[in-house]
């Protein structure tokens, strides 16, 4: 069975930095998509960032661009999403996500196939 389980969540305040961590089971992310996505109330899941296995790619929303840095622990099967220069507007739940391929492929956070529980980030004006 496959599992995410993030953690690292919690409250901040604007300018500070958190680091969630994303443990994957059940299967080996050799040639998966593993993403970043939040979920603020009342608005969409948005993609954050991606992680591609196989290759090492990745990706950023515009929104994050310079600020939060994804990287991955092959060894560990952990995945990490260091953010920096935290704003009020990241205030989110953000979830990991997987999906088998390369995140150029992800068009859309629908085409993930397996999600984390989520961790709450919140940050403070």
């Known amino acids: 069975e496959v599992q995410l389980v993030e953690s690292g969540g919690g409250l901040v305040q604007a300018g500070g930095s958190l680091k969630l961590s994303c443990a994957a089971s059940?299967?080996?992310?050799?040639?998966?998509?593993i993403g970043w996505v939040r979920q603020a109330p009342g608005r969409e899941r948005e993609g954050v960032s991606c992680?591609?296995?196989?290759?090492?790619?990745?990706y950023y929303a515009d929104s994050v661009k310079g600020r939060f840095a994804v990287s991955s622990d092959k060894a560990k099967n952990t995945m990490y999403l260091q953010m920096s220069s935290l704003k009020p507007e990241d205030t989110a739940v953000y979830y990991c996500?997987?999906?088998?391929?390369?995140?150029?492929?992800?068009?859309?956070?629908?085409?993930?196939?397996?999600w984390g529980q989520g961790t709450q980030v919140t940050v403070s004006s």
């Open positions: 996500a997987a999906a088998q391929g390369n995140c150029i492929m992800i068009d859309s956070v629908l085409e993930y196939d397996y």
């Open positions: 059940g299967f080996t992310p050799d040639d998966y998509a």
């Open positions: 992680i591609s296995s196989g290759d090492g790619n990745t």
